[in-house]
């Protein structure tokens, strides 16, 4: 670790937020901190100029996690490590032969890239660049100077307290501060698309709670567990969340008894979504997420969506919808949920899957076939019988 090293957090579509810029930025600096509370070391947290400024209160951070924590921050666009000098020339040049002096080793050529936002400072960026980049090549006679095509970019940004030396920044998670979209129910099952899908839309700002159902026996603990497991591997990006964890054997055994086969799949994914919202509502959230892509399976054609729409006001976010899966898969494999979604645990979709599933539902079959069912009733229990699991990064 670097003694006095310091983050610097670029913000992306934020700093676009006009009016709503301050309240934006003032959640973003609450997630960084929460983020950062249980890494090891102790971090000062502000804003100034649009970028997050982390600071080591004391020596002994464990810069290296903060960086990756930081990086998963939705609202960050970007991530550089920096090391602060004197607003001087001779400081600057001092600050990067020491703090990039293991990158000048590694690398066969270099330019300077200098950037003012105190638009005091005497030079402009051109001038700094040149006078700086004079003065590292003299230090470091080994690597040449590239302004077209260089190993090492060594960046230099005049800000408001101090200069700050620093290699390329590192892409952060993009997107928006969690929290600033609303909250959703996030429908999650063990497979690829729905963890995809949850963070896709924590990616815009969306806060999450989930809801899963389980089908014990023909679902096992190990099923659930991993659910719990794809939770947890979403809260760093996602922030702390709870699982609602829905019985689902009693309903599921009563669509087999009274519906026609073909309509099993269907009739089930509206007591999901009939459920889904009854749980939205009693925690204030405005809409649900599924991980449905069209086309996918049976249950996820046009037709299969309009049928599970039917049953709810609420709006039905699909944000996987129009996506192959093998972009899914990709996705899955940046976030760290892929080796835990091919772990080869039943889901209770895959419980009495009918050998012909209708891919075309007329609407007015699906509600005759629904009659002989309490609907209201069995809903009514299974959300009252919902079992919370929280989990934390
Ligand atoms: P996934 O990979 O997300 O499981 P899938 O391709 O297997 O999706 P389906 O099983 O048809 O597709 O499920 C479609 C969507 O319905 C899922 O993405 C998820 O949002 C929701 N869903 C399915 N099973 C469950 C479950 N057991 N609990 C909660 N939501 C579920
Ligand atoms: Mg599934």
Same mark, same amino acid.
């Given at each position: ?42 971090? @000062? *947290?502000? +804003? $100034?100029?649009?970028?997050? %400024? #982390?600071?080591?209160? /004391? ?7 903060? =960086? ?86 060594? @960046? *230099?940004? +005049? $800000?408001?307290?101090?200069? %700050? #030396?620093?290699?390329? /920044? ?7 501060? =969690? ?90 994914? $509206? ?8 749980? /939205? ?113």
């Amino acid at each position: 670790m670097t003694q006095g090293e310091v983050l610097l957090l670029k913000l992306g579509e934020v700093v676009l937020k006009g009016q709503n810029r301050r309240s934006f930025e003032d959640k973003l600096v609450a997630n960084v901190r929460h983020r950062l509370k249980t890494c090891d070391g102790s971090f @000062e *947290v502000c +804003i $100034r100029q649009s970028t997050i %400024y #982390v600071e080591q209160v /004391a020596d002994g951070c464990d810069m290296e996690e903060a =960086v990756r924590r930081c990086r998963q921050v939705f609202g960050v666009v970007s991530v550089v490590r920096a090391h602060p000098c004197d607003k001087e020339v001779s400081a600057i040049v001092e600050c990067a032969k020491t703090y990039l002096a293991p990158n000048f080793a590694a690398a066969k050529s270099f330019k300077v890239e200098s950037k003012r936002a105190d638009k005091q400072f005497p030079m402009n960026s051109i001038q700094l660049s040149i006078a700086v980049g004079g003065d590292l090549a003299d230090a470091f006679p080994h690597v040449a100077v590239d302004v077209h095509n260089p190993a090492l970019t060594v @960046e *230099v940004e +005049i $800000r408001e307290k101090a200069a %700050y #030396v620093h290699a390329p /920044a590192l892409p952060g998670a993009g997107g928006l501060p =969690v929290g600033m979209g609303g909250k959703a129910v996030s429908l999650l099952s063990g497979g690829i698309d729905s963890p995809v899908s949850s963070w896709m839309m924590a990616r815009r700002g969306v806060q999450l709670e989930m809801v899963h159902f389980e089908s014990p026996p023909y679902t096992s603990q190990m099923a659930q567990d991993k659910v719990i497991a794809l939770a947890q591997a979403l809260t760093p990006y996602c922030g702390p969340m709870t699982i609602q964890i829905v019985p689902f054997t009693g309903i599921q055994e009563e669509i087999r008894r009274q519906c026609p086969e073909e309509y099993f799949t269907i009739i089930m994914r $509206r007591f999901m979504m009939r459920i889904a919202q009854k749980i /939205a509502y009693r925690c204030k959230a405005k809409a649900l997420i599924t991980g449905e892509s069209l086309g996918q399976v049976a249950s996820q054609t046009m037709h299969a969506m309009v049928a599970t729409d039917d049953v709810t006001t609420m709006p039905v976010l699909r944000p996987v919808i129009g996506m192959d899966k093998v972009e899914i898969i990709k996705i899955s494999q940046e976030i760290g949920t892929f080796e835990t979604s091919i772990l080869p645990y039943e889901d209770c979709c895959t419980v009495f899957t009918p050998r012909h599933p209708s891919t075309k539902p007329k609407l007015e079959n699906i509600r005759k076939a629904e009659e002989a069912m309490d609907i209201d009733a069995l809903v009514r229990e299974a959300v009252e019988n919902v079992k919370l699991v929280k989990v934390r990064p």
